[in-house]
């Protein structure tokens, strides 16, 4: 990847169970960005964190933001099977003009 | 709510061939992106647009080319088709202010264009 990795790679889980998904990144952000894709779907925008800000929630999602080791962390709480998906991180630099994706987490969430 | 359009959904080439893919973005955006995403690949930028103008450019190679027209609609244009350029293609579209102190800076993804170079 250009940017972030993430870990793990792939995730399987029981549904009711936390799915807890990591990323590192390599340049300056002015925010980081959490994306989620179905098999063969679309991106779909899950969450914003911006560089100044630490944690940030939506719902069952949990977002973490470490600044000085370049790291996220993205929680998912009571999964459901229908969270099934690729979860990818996205960092947007400081111009603020390119978003940039890290390796994506297959998480399997099985009923 | 309007998406990001794309067309066509599917599509098959022989190496060597041109492809054109097409994006509608959602109304009032004033910034389209490419993206290239082979199998089991996480998406790679290729270009983007602002107000019909070149914005940013990534790895894209030599062999495409892209714009953005007066309808804000954009097309990528891919030449002398490798096998290696079998991919999901994605444009996404993105409001004014992208990452600024109002912006969401989300980017809204078009289902993709999945080619398939023979």
């Known amino acids: 990847s250009q940017q972030g990795e993430e870990d793990p790679q792939a995730l399987s889980i029981q549904e009711g169970e936390n799915a807890t998904m990591n990323c590192s990144y390599k340049?300056?952000?002015?925010?980081l960005q959490w994306y989620r894709q179905n098999s063969g779907r679309g991106l779909v925008h899950l969450i914003l964190?911006?560089?100044?800000?630490r944690e940030k929630h939506s719902g069952r999602l949990r977002v973490t933001l470490d600044t000085s080791k370049k790291s996220s962390s993205l929680l998912i709480t009571a999964s459901r099977a229908a969270d099934t998906a690729s979860y990818f991180c996205?960092?947007?630099?400081?111009?603020?003009?390119?978003?940039?994706f890290g390796g994506g987490t297959r998480l399997m969430v099985k009923p | 709510a309007a998406g990001v359009i794309q067309s066509p959904r599917h599509l098959i080439k022989e190496k060597r061939e041109t492809a054109t893919l097409k994006c509608y973005p959602i109304?009032?955006?004033?910034?389209v992106y490419w993206y290239q995403q082979g199998p089991g690949q996480d998406p790679q930028f290729l270009i983007s647009f602002y107000e019909k103008m070149q914005s940013d450019k990534g790895s894209i190679p030599d062999r495409f080319s892209a714009q953005q027209f007066s309808d804000y609609h954009s097309e990528l244009n891919m030449s002398s088709l490798e096998l290696g350029d079998s991919a999901l293609y994605f444009c996404?579209?993105?409001?004014?202010?992208?990452?600024?102190?109002?912006?969401?800076?989300?980017?809204?993804f078009g289902e993709g264009s999945r080619l398939t170079v023979l």
């Open positions: 964190i911006r560089s100044n800000e």
């Open positions: 996404a579209s993105s409001p004014p202010g992208l990452a600024g102190p109002g912006g969401t800076g989300e980017l809204f």
């Open positions: 109304p009032r955006h004033d910034t």
């Open positions: 340049t300056s952000i002015n925010n």
């Open positions: 996205a960092t947007i630099n400081n111009a603020g003009n390119m978003l940039t």
